[in-house]
């Protein structure tokens, strides 16, 4: 009986909504600007069914990745504007961003579930 319960336990926890893909450090986000999967979720984000926006000064590492930020800006710069383009063509991100207190500009990540929820990251640092 015990098996059977962990057995279903197990398929729910693998069949419920899909898990969004979160940044555990600045770091990781950082080193996201500009990957393919970066460039998939921007060409998607303008369909987000909704979004909310996370401060890049929240997360491990802030204090310290200041400088990889702007230097991943200015590699990424085009990615980052196909991003911001997309951004503004999405009432629901832009919502987000405006309630927020950032401009557009700011977003420099984001993670995009299959559910069409999005998160996305604003530099702030």
Request: zero cysteines; proline letters at 2%; a positive charge.
């Amino acid at each position: 009986m015990k098996r059977t319960l962990a057995a279903a336990l197990a398929v729910l926890a693998l069949t419920a909504a899909p898990a969004m893909a979160q940044f555990t450090d600045v770091n990781a986000i950082i080193q996201s600007i500009g990957t393919v999967q970066f460039s998939r979720a921007a060409d998607k984000v303008s369909g987000a069914s909704s979004a909310r926006v996370e401060r890049l000064s929240s997360f491990l590492g802030a204090s310290s990745a200041g400088q990889r930020l702007v230097r991943a800006e200015v590699r990424h710069e085009r990615s980052l504007s196909r991003l911001h383009s997309n951004l503004m063509l999405s009432p629901i991100a832009m919502q987000a961003i405006r309630a927020s207190g950032f401009e557009v500009n700011q977003i420099v990540a984001l993670s995009l579930d299959s559910e069409g929820s999005a998160i996305l990251y604003a530099d702030d640092l």
